[in-house]
Each structure stands twice: as C-alpha cells, then as structure tokens.
C-alpha cells in the first residue's frame, strides 16, 4: 500500500519494479471507503491490465487487516473498474474479457514464433496464435529479438490440453516487459477465455500454462467480463526503514 500523494509519480514505482525484477509488481492505495487505484509496472515498462498482482494485492489488503476479509476489493485501473473476492477457498477476480479479431497473422509475427498456426486473433492487449497440439505449445522457441519489434504487448501460443487436468493450454512471451515469459498470466486468459469458452461451447474452463514454472487458471466466461479464480500466500513482509 502506498500513500495517495505518491501515487502520482511513477518513477519510483518502476525503480522498485526494475529492482525487483519480477514479472509484474503492484502498487495499491486507497482513493475512498472500500475502494483502491492499482498500478503494475514490469521490471521495463508500466502495465495496462495484470491479473496474479491484481490477486496478490487484494490478498495483502486482506491478510493486513486494511480491508475486512468479508468485503470485496475494488481496484479502479487503466482497464476499468477490477474487482476481487474470496469465492470457495480461492481468490476470484471479475475482469474484462479481452476478446479477440480473427485476422491474417503478421509474416513477421509467424517467423518470430517460429512455429505454423490454425488461426489467429488479435485483442486490444495480445496476439492470439492457435497451434496444431500441446506439444508445439510446450515445445515453442521464439526469436525474442524479432518479437520485440512487433506491435502490442505479448503473443499468445494456445492449444487444446492432451490431459484431464485443463482444457486448453498456453504460453506468453512479452519481452518487451523484461522478462521473455510470463510464468503464468491472468490477463492473458480475458482473451484465452472468451477464444476457448467459444470453441468448447463451455463458459467453465481450466486453463494450463506450460512455463518452466507453470500453472493452472480457472476461468469462467460472463457475457462481457472474464472470472479468473487462482489462490495467494504470503512468502515475505517489508518494511520502511
């Protein structure tokens, strides 16, 4: 949490980001009564739309005792109003699904990603690239250097999941933020989940992202809104010296 007054320069937002070198981290303070502004900055570059720093901040308004546990967080962001709930043992954020266009993949695009797609959608945020199988997912080896130059913030590589455990499966490569990719990617899943939820003819879905570290988000589809569920501990404190 941070002071209202601090919340208007960036700069040393972004120097702790840099510092800390993490995907995303985020910055949260109180604007009125029960509700909250949130930034995210990667270690390069600040964010429009995070989903597990979102979970992670309303987690610590919670586990601090700045927010009752009963009550939902809202966070007012650069993608509107984002809300978090504790629903079933898990945290659940109400986001905006990011849908996407279905267009011609850019050749430039196709040769940074280096594999053949099926189809191809772009969102507001995100390049959506639908290959053959889990494993050309899994197994994918970008040009980094080619991928920087292209526009938007990252690239989606999806597939149907080859198991019970999800439905569909993924990686996001955004070297523009400083970091190749992204362990695991809530806002990637607003479009993942509209693309999928449209496809399967389900609105409930699984989705696993095969990152070295990896991991499972649930998603359901709500008209113009996107659910992500995910769970959150705390692993470290800091204080103001």
């Not at 910055?27 to 964010?47: L, N, V």
């Not at 597990?52 to 009550?71: D, K, M, Y």
Request: proline share 4%; glycine share 8%.
């Amino acid at each position: 949490m941070i002071d209202r007054s601090e919340a208007e320069n960036s700069d040393w937002m972004q120097a702790i980001a840099t510092e800390l070198n993490q995907t995303e981290t985020a910055f949260a303070w109180a604007i009125s009564d029960g509700k909250f502004a949130i930034r995210w900055f990667t270690p390069t570059r600040e964010e429009d739309l995070c989903g597990h720093a979102t979970l992670a901040a309303a987690h610590v308004l919670w586990e601090t005792g700045v927010l009752s546990s009963e009550l939902v967080a809202r966070f007012e962001s650069r993608s509107g109003v984002l809300v978090a709930r504790r629903a079933h043992g898990r945290v659940e954020l109400d986001f905006p699904a990011e849908r996407g266009v279905a267009a011609e993949p850019p050749q430039e695009l196709l040769s940074a990603i280096g594999c053949r797609c099926v189809g191809y959608l772009r969102s507001r945020l995100d390049h959506l690239l639908l290959v053959e199988d889990e494993e050309v997912v899994r197994t994918a080896s970008p040009d980094f250097g080619a991928l920087i130059t292209i526009p938007g913030r990252g690239v989606i590589v999806t597939a149907a999941s080859n198991t019970n455990q999800a439905d569909f499966v993924s990686r996001f490569f955004s070297p523009k933020d400083g970091i190749a990719e992204d362990p695991v990617t809530g806002s990637a899943h607003c479009t993942l989940g509209p693309f999928w939820a449209d496809k399967l003819g389900r609105t409930e879905l699984i989705g696993q992202q095969l990152s070295a570290r990896g991991g499972l988000v649930r998603v359901r589809v709500a008209a113009d809104r996107v659910f992500l569920s995910g769970d959150a501990v705390t692993v470290l404190r800091g204080y103001w010296a």
